[in-house]
């Protein structure tokens, strides 16, 4: 039995089993896709997390804007700041990164290992895949994501999923040079829901998301965002879209059961605002790997992850359904 298995490579899993592996725990990620693997995201790291980073990050921030340009389809402001409001990454690489640093700490990672049980043990948990391996261990993280198994296997209640669809268009480095220091939201310029452009040289990734999809037509609504961002552009040469959940709570719920934790999209803890999210799973990376860490001194159930987790950002993310209520009014963005 092994001490720790985490389920997705994401940077919430990679980070806790980086830590725990550093520890001396042994640790085994399991990834369902193959790496490196397409992740649909902005890409967007705020100052704050790159003290969860472990060194080397920098090889893989591709830009560094200074300017957030805020819309509403009809007025825009843009704050300027002396130093970057974000750094960009390109999720695929730096995710292969985030999992390579756990793998040299010790942390053993299986790629194409998608999880299709889990059953609990006396003093731990099984972990079937769908080829039929098995393994276990005295702990386990479900890093698997909004549409991740973890929280449905371990009983523990699901958020609430909000969709996004977005593209990566290739500009020329004039048209970039327009993008390159500044990074545009228009929030509530569609009913519950928002759209970006974020630049990630040498391409700008542009989307449109939502917190209630079902009440709109999301690919109809890019197409349309990107005539109007880039008029020159051919929607018969659009690359592919991608799309992912936007998980997110309006309530705190339980984010543990005995030895097993939740983190990053699968605890649900994305900004309802802003929809951040990089930032919420490196700290609940942290936060699980210290909790765990603890409890594996005694061989005993995890305490005080979900005390933690409320701590350190449940009053940010209740301001952010709060300013969510207030911009996305307009048939109630979120509800209980």
């Known amino acids: 039995m092994e001490d720790v298995i985490v389920i997705g490579s994401g ?3 990679s980070t806790a089993a980086r830590l725990l592996a550093g520890q001396g725990l042994t640790v085994r990620i399991l990834e369902a896709e193959t790496l490196p693997r397409i992740k649909p995201c902005g890409g967007a790291l705020t ?8 060194p080397g990050y920098e090889a893989y921030c ?3 804007p200074t300017q957030w340009t ?4 009809d007025k825009a402001v843009t704050v300027d700041s002396p130093t970057p409001y974000c750094h960009t990454v390109e999720r695929q690489f730096f995710d292969q990164w985030l999992a390579s640093q756990a793998v040299q700490q010790g942390a053993s990672l299986m790629d194409n290992s998608p999880v299709q049980d889990i059953q609990a043990l ?8 769908t080829t039929g391996k098995v393994f276990s261990a005295r702990y386990l993280i479900g890093a698997d994501g909004g549409h991740g198994v973890s929280a449905r296997l371990l009983r523990l209640p699901r958020a609430k999923n909000g969709a996004a669809v977005e593209v990566e268009v290739p500009v020329s480095d004039e048209i970039f040079q327009h993008w390159a220091d500044r990074v545009e939201v228009d929030i509530a310029r569609y009913p519950w829901g928002y759209a970006w452009v974020i630049p990630r040289y040498p391409i700008l990734n542009i989307g449109v998301g939502s917190f209630r999809p079902q009440k709109l037509g999301l690919k109809v609504l890019l197409q349309e965002y990107l005539r109007e961002k880039l008029p020159f552009f051919d929607l018969d040469t659009m690359p592919r879209i991608l799309a992912h959940p936007l ?4 309530r705190f719920a339980p984010l543990a059961r005995d030895r097993a934790v939740l983190v990053g999209d699968a605890a649900g803890l994305m900004d309802a605002f802003s929809a951040e999210g990089i930032y919420s799973a490196l700290m609940t990376g942290h936060l699980a790997a210290r909790s765990i860490a603890h409890a594996a001194l005694r061989d005993a159930p995890i305490v005080g992850y979900e005390a933690a987790v409320r701590a350190e950002f449940w009053t940010n993310l209740r301001s952010a359904i709060k300013l969510s209520h207030l911009f996305y009014r307009s048939d109630g963005l979120i509800q209980d």
């Not at 805020?70 to 389809?73: A, L, Q």
């Not at 006396?122 to 895949?129: A, K, L, M, N, W």
């Not at 998980?247 to 309006?250: G, H, K, L, Q, S």
């Open 11 to 13: 940077p919430s899993g």
């Open 47 to 54: 100052t704050r997390a790159l003290d969860l980073l472990p």
């Open 62 to 64: 591709k830009t560094h």
């Open 70 to 73: 805020f819309s509403n389809g």
């Open 122 to 129: 006396p003093d731990g948990y099984q972990v079937i895949t």
């Open 247 to 250: 998980p997110y709570r309006t």
